[in-house]
């Protein structure tokens, strides 16, 4: 018996090794085994393993460990021990992965984090609750308060397009009124998710020279729910009514605006003659598909009218009169599809119609018109006219994603939009449509968690302009460490000319942007460092060549550039109910576009920008408090003559004082009733500019060409007030206030 036992122990072999992975760093709690057999052990905290066994021959020694590919190793065993070191790849793991981050801001339920939800926009003092507003309080984008839009890194604000459920919003904005900034039309507690790209953007869209808002609404509500809205300014009632076994729901709301009581306490600047009034409303029907997908419809309609006088720049006496009425329809019909092998389906249908009737007239002291004649000086009588435009756009969108292993996926597609646009000016007619189709396909590729690629290419076609384009895009991410990485992007974006340039030949082409990005960003979920260089090279832009006083060519000889540095950081952990951030941006630009002689900085940029919001919320009192402080350099202004030869030059300029801004804002969420019949209130407060500090966005500049006529463009009013009620039955809306994501 005794000489049995020994027999067996120096029969055995002796197996060790070090398990690692790819980049060399010791793995613990490795299953190594050989396989088929009860032989094997656990590698210990630097790696290390050591087993014996009585096998003998051809064997294969297995590793397994979570969130590791398995590595299987044929060996040999005979009496001498065997050391084998092993070395295992990382699994690509969504939650771990890279995501590339060049020259985009996920905000909402994204995973990889929220810059901004809709509770964030709605609590961001000075946006009152206006998703461009708040999103002005990020890097690259700049402020602006005499135009609607948004203005990112040196583009206008017609170059940054946004996006509903994957589908164009044609007009975004309330009607432009001259001089003054239009709010957004939607609100943003109808998204769950925003992405704000400020460059480099997906291949799945287009026609966008600068950046993309793309907002995801909502799907099914928590449960059903009846909301309204009390205050000064508007009054709303709304309601969200979800079926008894939540696979379907439907919605319907509606706003009152009136300004007139307001204005009566706030003075304007402006002489409404007109009180401006708003209606709006919306409806929503969404249903959820037995594999899991749903479909989504949103309508809204809005009509406005307004009415205001301004002192005119050529005269003393004189003013100019301005009148508008806006009717707005847009449609939004999704289908988000889980198929076979698979496969995921995206569609969407969009169409919208909007309806400008415009009127501007120079009336006298006691605000009669006048009319003019051919004896009159030609400045005089351009300013008399009546105009009506009519923009309509139908649009289709397919687009197709496959798993291909891993992580990585592959999308592609299709879209389709028809455009009709129709200008009635004073007796003129002008009109013209377009049949636009884009096809694209992008993949992310993932090599490791660490590594990974996204690669796109976009093919339009725009038949107004008989022309295609073919826009690559190229992104990167690497991950240096945990929670931080570097990222890349390169890509050549396309964007066909304004339609009041098309309107009048369309011998143009498409205007073009070539973005090269690079950023690093550290984000856990309490906190977020971003930092992102970039540059911008401008072709092809629009030209305005002067042919009569009321008469201009186009081509397309214009460019330019963009470069700058920006950073951002927000803040929810260091201090207890507190969160903030901070972001600045440093912008070079200069372009030579529509009426600029030569390369110069446009007038809608500034140097310097940069924004701090804090956020601080009293949990006993349930009361938060808000502030925003916004700054940029001055901006430049120009006055444009034309000298004997028909050219442009600039017979005056300089640039603006620094705009300062401190907004403020206020929540208090009680609520009333028993527990099971409560009404949930939510008490909100703001003022904008609470310091009076007296904004100049710019000049008007007389025709006569005298710069001593100049009008500074200011605010119609130094300070903005809102104070309301929000109430809701059915639906606790306190904690989404006292949370705020802290």
Known sequence: MI?????????????????KDTKGHPIAGASVSLKNTYDGATSDSIGNYHFSTTEKGDQVIAVTNVGYNSVEQKINIAAEPIKLDLAMKEQLNELKAVTITAGSFAAGDNKRGAVLSSIDVATTAGSNADITAALKTLPGAQQVGEQEGLFVRGGAGYEAKQYIDGTLVNN?????????????????????????????????????LSAVVLLESIDLPEKSEIDATISPLVVGVGTQQLAKDKKSSFGVTYNYTNVGLYFDLVKQVPDYFKVPQFHSGDANFRIKTKSGGMIKYYTTFGYSQLGLRRPDVDSLYYKDAFALNNHNWYNNLSWKEYLPNGWKMNLGAGYSTNKDNLMQQVQNSNNQPLQFNDTTAWWMQVKNFGLVNRQDLSQVKAV??????????????GEYQYSYNSTLYNDTLHKFSDNYSALFAESDVYITNDLAAKLGLRFENSSILGKVDLAPRVSLAYKTGKDAQISAAYGIFYQKPENTQLMYTTNLGYTKATHYIINYQKMTRERTLRIEAYYKKYDDLVETIPVSYNYYSYNNNGNGYAKGVELFWRD???????????????????RQFLNYPQQLMPTFAATHTASIVTKRFFTDIKTGVNLTYSFATGRPYYDFLINNTGKYFIGDQGKTKDFNSLGFSAEYVPSIGKKNAKTFIVLFASVNNVLGYNAVYGYNYPYSGNPMLKQEINPPAKRFYFIGCFLSWGVDRTQDAINNNL
């Not at 994603?401 to 592959?410: A, C, P, T, V």
């Open 3 to 19: 000489f049995g036992v020994c027999f067996k122990l120096t029969a055995q072999t002796i197996i060790s090794g070090k398990i």
């Open 172 to 208: 975004p904005y309330n009607a432009s009124v001259p001089d003054l900034a239009s709010r957004g039309r939607f609100s943003p507690f109808l998204f769950k998710g925003t992405v704000f790209s400020t460059g480099g953007y997906s291949a799945l869209y287009g026609q966008a």
């Open 400 to 413: 197709f994603e496959k798993k291909l292993g891993g992580i990585s996926y592959l999308r592609f597609g």
């Open 572 to 590: 929810k952990k260091t201090f207890k109910d507190f969160d903030y951030w901070i972001s600045y941006s440093y912008l070079d630009t200069k």
